[in-house]
Structures are given as C-alpha cells and as structure tokens.
C-alpha cells in the first residue's frame, strides 16, 4: 500500500520561505504524477503544483512565480520550495499521488500545516 508523509511545515512571517517536503513509499514513485494541494478553512482544496516524472510541472497561477515543486525519483520524494510566502498561503497543504490504471487511483498525505503571519 502506499503511503506519503509530508514534514516541513511550520509559521512563517510574510514574505519568508518553507520548503515541504513529501517522502512516499510502498509504490513505484516514478510512475505517479505528484502533486501538492492546499485546503484553507472555510475553502475548498485547491491544486498547487504537480509534476510528472519527466520533469513537467504545472502551477496554479496564484503561487507561480514563488513557488517550485521538484522531485528526486531516486529519493522518492517530492519537495515544494515556497517563497514569498503571503498570508493567504496559509493552509493545509497535503501531498498526492496519481496513478492511472483503467481508472484514476490517488495517494493523500496526512498534511502539514503552512501559517503565514507576523
């Protein structure tokens, strides 16, 4: 079965960096496309950033620019470089794997948590 476990979280003053970081196991990583998604209170859980193994990654247009997902296939893991970091970045933001088998099968995290305040 497999299994993420995000770590890196934490408060942070405005304008400050984090960097997540997302450690899978019990799956062939390289095979998944990686994602981290946030979820704020009273908000829906919205997409950050995803990438493919191959390198190819995509952003939502309210972090891009400030933020940077990467992933080591090696490590099995995937990292979210934040910076700039604004209050409305405040959230919890959770770690995914997609895998497509005749249908879509997804991985989550247990999220960590990202405060942005001074």
């Known amino acids: 079965q497999g299994q993420l476990v995000e770590s890196g979280g934490g408060l942070v003053q405005p304008g400050g960096s984090l960097r997540l970081s997302c450690a899978a196991s019990?799956?062939?990583?390289?095979?998944?496309?990686m994602g981290w998604y946030r979820q704020a209170p009273g908000k829906e859980r919205e997409l950050v950033a995803t990438a493919t193994s191959g390198g190819s990654t995509n952003y939502a247009d309210s972090v891009r620019g400030r933020f940077t997902i990467s992933r080591d296939n090696a490590k099995n893991t995937v990292y979210l470089q934040m910076d700039s970091l604004k209050p409305e970045d405040t959230a919890v933001y959770y770690c995914n794997a997609k895998i497509t088998l005749l249908r879509e099968y997804h991985y989550w995290g247990q999220g960590t948590q990202v405060t942005v305040s001074s």
């Open positions: 019990g799956m062939i990583f390289s095979r998944y496309v």
